[in-house]
């Protein structure tokens, strides 16, 4: 394999990292946008006809939207796990 190769690999590797970075930031501030919109249009009807007039975004992608963020803020009480019991002496009989 030669440097040059591995070089431009780097390269391209680091590049396509910050655009995930940058599109994962952007989409996180229309998610934002959209749960504040939400708040204001509270009923769905009201909502979606804001989303409506939105340029580029469909009704699904938005809820998409929402629906991540408010997963991320929930995702640390999903993934703590409880400690075992302390006086756990099961016994195993394999057959």
């Known amino acids: 394999m030669s440097e040059e190769l591995l070089t431009k690999t780097n390269d391209a590797v680091k590049a396509a990292n910050e655009a995930q970075i ?41 809820y998409d939207l929402m629906n991540t963020l408010e997963m991320k803020e929930a995702a640390p009480a999903f993934t703590r796990r409880a400690a075992p019991p302390r006086d756990c002496n099961d016994t195993f009989i394999i057959a």
């Open 22 to 62: 940058e599109q994962v930031s952007r989409s996180k501030a229309v998610g934002l946008l959209l749960l504040e919109a939400k708040k204001l249009d509270p009923t769905k009807k009201q909502f979606e006809a804001f989303l409506n007039r939105v340029n580029g975004l469909k009704v699904s992608r938005a």
